[in-house]
């Protein structure tokens, strides 16, 4: 048997046939490609997008154990946490398996286990998450520091994923965003502390990691150093600064593409998209990025965020502009821009019966 395994053509043949039996046997997830969520297209003004091609998914792997395995929102004020309960909705609606968890400042809902909200619109809208969405309820303080943008003095509440030791892997996704496909199979990712994409649209001026998607492994350890880190940040120092300290040489880099495309990406010119595409020879072709891409953050400044409402004036001088290309007229930019907005929109409305643009009483939760 060994001067047979030794032979030449044994060993150049033996790994080759392992390999093709493996494909052969595991083959039949290749069919099973996601596909852009039916209830997304239709809400775009282009109901006719092609379903996507964008990654093989991982999150038919039998023998898993999701629920050692959360995504993770934290909720600063009542704003933020209709948009987390909007992205709870989104995972349920895609399939994923992992736990959901969501993070809350504890006054918005003393018991977490209650079933009656009361007067409060916070409590109702936590309780359905927790009913309808599945979302687990964890109440937290927020983390706060006092620091020169008011935006992101409270970001760093979503460090508190490193202390939810409860799960081997939590992955933290910004609530200012669109979840557009499952995303499951980070989970199954080799080990590493922290997983993040590059903020590819610094690139290359500023070489930094992305903090809006952020696969985390829970530790004591870990979340000792993360509170240390925050305990010592200075007046520009928010969560991703932070988690760049501690992470950029020992972080596993995901690919931006198809894990975090920001809206902005569809406003810029034909020839800036070489960042995103990570190739200057690709061709930018806005349909197939944006049936691809499983996550989307709502970056569009100095449009405001989807729930503030977008005035006329601002739509017309900020969609992306039509262009003719080989003779041919096209706005699919600005289909798909637009798309999203007034997708966002549609769905908070059903989701939190909120009407974007409409002023909540602004309420902050501290200890
Ligand atoms: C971290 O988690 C522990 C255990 O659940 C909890 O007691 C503690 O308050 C948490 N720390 C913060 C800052 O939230």
């Known amino acids: 048997m060994s001067d047979v395994l030794s032979s ?11 390999i093709l039996t493996i494909l052969f046997a595991f083959g ?3 069919d099973a490609l996601p596909s852009a969520p039916t209830g997304w297209s239709k809400a775009g003004s282009s109901g006719t997008l092609p379903p996507s091609g964008g990654g093989v998914s991982l999150a038919t792997e039998p023998n898993v154990d999701w629920s050692r395995f959360a995504y993770t929102q934290y909720v600063t004020d009542s704003h933020y946490l209709c948009n987390s309960v909007m992205l709870f909705e989104r995972l349920q ?33 936590l309780i359905k998450a927790r009913d309808e969405y599945g979302a687990k309820l964890v109440p937290i303080t927020v983390q706060r520091r006092a620091s020169a943008d008011k935006t992101w003095a409270e970001s760093y509440t979503k460090l508190l994923a ?9 992955l933290s996704l910004d609530s200012d965003s669109v979840l ?3 995303m499951d199979e980070l989970f199954l990712l080799p080990p590493c502390p922290v997983a993040m994409p590059r903020a590819y649209w ?5 070489m930094i990691l992305s903090s809006q998607v952020m696969l985390v492994t829970p ?28 992470y950029k040489d020992s972080a596993l880099v995901l690919p931006h593409r198809p894990y975090d495309l920001l809206t902005g990406e569809f406003t810029l010119d034909e020839d800036k998209h070489r960042w995103y595409l990570g190739s200057d020879t690709e061709e930018w072709d806005p349909v197939k990025v944006f049936n691809e891409a499983k996550f989307l953050h709502f970056s569009d400044w100095p449009v405001p965020k989807p729930w503030l409402g977008m005035s006329d004036s601002v739509r017309q001088s900020k969609q992306p502009k039509c262009h003719v290309k080989d003779g041919v007229e096209s ?26 643009g409409e002023p909540l009483r602004r309420r902050r939760f501290s200890s």
């Open 8 to 18: 030449r053509r044994v060993r150049v043949w033996l790994p080759v046939a392992v």
């Open 28 to 30: 039949a997830r290749y």
């Open 93 to 125: 609606h895609v399939g994923s398996r992992a736990d959901r968890v969501m993070m809350y400042p504890a006054p918005m809902l003393e018991n977490p286990d209650a079933t009656d909200g009361g007067s409060s619109d916070d409590a109702r809208l």
């Open 162 to 170: 490193f202390n939810q030791t409860q799960y081997d892997r939590v």
């Open 180 to 182: 557009l496909q499952n």
């Open 202 to 206: 610094l690139y290359p001026e500023t």
């Open 219 to 246: 530790s004591e350890v870990e979340f000792g150093h993360v509170m240390d880190k925050i305990n010592q940040a200075g007046r520009d120092d928010y969560d991703m600064e932070i988690v760049n300290y501690l």
């Open 331 to 356: 706005c699919a930019e600005r289909e798909i821009w637009l798309g999203i907005y007034r997708e966002f929109v549609e769905r908070r409305k059903r989701v939190c019966g909120r009407v974007a």
